[in-house]
């Protein structure tokens, strides 16, 4: 499920404070006009009604496509200092979650691992990556169901 939520944000250029809605998390899968809002880069962009700036707001957000089953993490970078941050996630770096429903270990494990970045630019790039191997997965199915010959029918005698 998609979800937004209010934040009080200030503009980095004139430091004037304003309330902006903003995603939490968007579900492609169930929204799929949310995708190409985010390709689009306008997925929580800040615009300020005092000076007219626009930036991108420095929240996390979940970008979840059911569909390819993956999630991709945003958060902001300053939290790689962030000793509380980091103890969310193991030595490999996938997160530590607890108490997750049996259904979803087996069905939606890949939600337990997002892919983190760490600015909107690296999530845009890795959707399209993961949109981009999709792509080329079902061209090279289809070229392999194009290239098998036409089975043989026998005659009846």
Same mark, same amino acid.
């Given at each position: ?89 193991? $030595?490999?770096?996938?997160? /530590? ?18 892919h983190i ?9 890795? /959707? $399209?990556?993961r ?27």
């Open positions: 499920m998609s979800e937004m939520a209010p934040h009080n944000l200030e503009c980095p250029n004139c430091g004037n404070k304003q309330e902006t809605m903003v995603w939490n998390s968007i579900n492609v899968t169930l929204d799929p006009e949310l995708k190409r809002t985010l390709l689009e880069a306008k997925i929580n962009l800040f615009s300020c009604e005092k000076c007219g700036e626009n930036s991108f707001t420095d929240t996390p957000l979940l970008y979840h496509d059911m569909a390819q089953q993956f999630c991709v993490q945003s958060y902001p970078v300053e939290a790689i200092e962030d000793v509380e941050f980091l103890r969310r996630f193991s $030595r490999d770096g996938s997160v /530590v979650i607890t108490g997750i429903p049996a259904g979803i270990k087996e069905s939606g494990a890949y939600i337990t691992c997002p970045v760490f600015d909107i630019n690296e999530m845009l790039r890795y /959707v $399209r990556f949109d981009r191997i999709s792509e080329s997965t079902r061209e090279i199915a289809s070229k392999k169901i194009r290239s098998v010959p036409p089975t043989r029918r026998s005659r009846k005698r």
